[in-house]
């Protein structure tokens, strides 16, 4: 079957845009392994002129203009989960002794505490917290060099970047593993295939609309899609759920979102699988909370601040089928939004309706202030 991935259209696969390098590890009493990021990870704003075939400067549409490309956080966020599992196939490996049983990624439970950066590599140190065989947990911390890439291209990272003094921890996660356990009862909602099926039968999921390069209502209206842009991965598309999400709460409104894969991935690698599936899952997330609040013609700020991704399934069942009709759905709710932050939450669901995982993510929603507003009340 042909790939919708070509070389010529900018959009990276899996094993590309994830790739890691090892690094020498650190003594730190319990040993640290390490690992560079080997790509430039995706940016939003740099793909709205690429998605919408304009030449507009994007600074227009921005309150403020940025020096600096931040990098989606998606990025970070997989690569830590990737991170892990190399380290724990590792570990895995010197246990020569232990029985070998099949694991996968069970949770990644992830902090953002700074922006990372495109035109750098992350680097990403893990180590051992709980060795438990049946629940192991490993903690990823993950930094930048203070400086800009070596490299001329600011992509393909070589390995003297590891070298460069590292800034602060932007990045931290929790990642735990199970092995494959048989299931004794198996408990779901009704599938979206089911519950939206009028909405998702009414086209053919390819005639959808892209998945917005940036999903703030007067950056569409202003920018329309007119290409997928260079979001790697995953093909995307955006239903459109206007209809439904009328005259309704924010808790009751739905997102529907369905991907596929670009390009094959190894199902002997549950683990890329679900690294994808949480990839995917944190675009544009906190974005649609702004539109659905009224802050799409008068966006301030989005910034996660933790993210968790639980996967409900053992990790076989994770694993995604290249090809044309193989769509996955991410149903998307919106459950709270005060104090400035809002919450998203998604449940990932294969083609045929299963239930796999789910991600649960907090971060920080504002328009733009008004004069005097921002001044506490006592």
Known sequence: MKSSHTEADGRLTFQEVMSLVPLHSEAEGETTRRYMSQRRAWSPESDILVASGKSVPVDQIYAK????????????????GLAASKAFA??????KDAPQKKYGIHTIHGYFSEAGLVDKPFVYHVTTVAPNPGFHNLLVTVRQPVSPSTSETGDH?????????????????????RPTVPSQHVAQELPPQE???KILDSRS?????HAPHVDIAKTVEAFPMQNPGTFP???????????????????????LLLYRLLAPLPAGDPNAHICTHAYEADRNGLL???????????????????????????????????????????????????????????????PKGVHVATE??????????????????L
């Open 288 to 350: 649609m909370i702004g539109n659905h609040v009224g802050f799409g013609h008068d966006f301030g700020r989005a910034a996660s601040l933790s993210y968790s991704f639980v996967v409900h399934v053992n990790p076989e069942d994770a694993v995604m089928t290249h090809g044309e009709d193989e769509w996955w759905i991410q149903e998307a709710c919106f459950p709270r939004v005060e104090a400035g932050r809002g919450i998203i939450m998604s449940k990932l669901w294969s």
């Open 360 to 377: 649960y993510q907090d971060g920080i929603i504002q328009r733009q202030w008004k004069p005097g507003e921002r001044k506490s009340k």
């Open 90 to 95: 590792e570990i895995q490996a010197s246990q």
């Open 195 to 197: 519950r939206f099926a």
């Open 205 to 209: 999921p390819s005639e959808w609309d």
């Open 157 to 177: 990272f070589p390995l003297e970047d590891a070298d460069l003094p590292l800034g602060p921890v932007c990045f931290n996660a929790l990642v735990s593993f």
């Open 233 to 255: 991965i995953v093909d995307m598309k955006k239903v459109d759920m206007s209809a439904f999400n009328e005259g309704k709460s924010l808790h009751e409104r739905r997102e």
């Open 65 to 80: 203009s940025r020096k600096m490309q931040v990098a989606y956080g998606g990025h970070v966020y997989s690569q830590a």
